[in-house]
């Protein structure tokens, strides 16, 4: 049994635009550009549950924000997330129907983990492992070791699927076949080739 593992966030889902990142900016009137530096520098702390939304936030503006602005926020940032990669979902799809064991490993906070999980296009994959649940990111090894534990499978066959490379690098450290995302087509034929 081989376990086709997908990552979320520029995968499955299209990267976070820059109109996206500017509007949260400008819906807390904060600086655009410092606001999307810091959203990046304290994203991993955030991915990995160390930082609370309120804390995260307030980062980011650089100032207290308000329930009500907080709200907004997180709101903002999961439909900034919820784009669908239209070609890799479609052979998620398939692979799903042909009977493939697939599940998700994503770098999130639980906010964006809950949202995601909303979303139907998602709601078919069995098992969604996200890193502030795990209390874990990527690309450290212990994550890896963690989902294939929970998937009760050896990690030889499990093929990893992450856009970013020192991601797909931490699941070949792991013993799993890793596969660097560079569009759909791309990776439909890489599959074929693993599978042939």
């Not at 100032?63 to 439909?79: G, Y």
Request: aromatic fraction near 8%; charged fraction near 25%.
């Amino acid at each position: 049994m081989t376990w086709i593992v997908f990552d979320y966030g520029g995968v499955l889902s299209l990267p976070q635009s820059e109109s996206d990142a500017d509007a949260m900016a400008l819906a807390v009137d904060a600086d655009r550009e410092a606001f999307k530096r810091i959203y990046w520098e304290r994203r991993l702390d955030f991915d990995r549950g160390d930082l609370t939304p309120l804390a995260y936030w307030s980062e980011v503006t650089g100032r207290p924000v308000t329930p009500t602005e907080l709200a907004r926020l997180v709101a903002m940032d999961v439909a900034s997330w919820a784009n669908p990669d239209e070609g890799t979902v479609a052979l998620l799809c398939e692979l799903i129907e042909d009977g493939r064991d697939v599940a998700l490993l994503s770098n999130a906070p639980v906010c964006i983990g809950d949202g995601i999980d909303e979303l139907p296009w998602i709601a078919a994959i069995g098992h969604r492992f996200y890193s502030a649940r795990m209390g874990l990111v990527k690309p450290d090894r212990k994550i890896y070791d963690e989902m294939a534990r929970a998937l009760d499978a050896d990690p030889a066959q499990i093929v990893f699927i992450d856009d970013r490379q020192e991601n797909v690098e931490g699941a070949q450290r792991a013993g799993m076949t890793g596969v660097r995302f560079t569009g759909a087509a791309a990776l439909r034929a890489a599959l074929s080739d693993i599978a042939g």
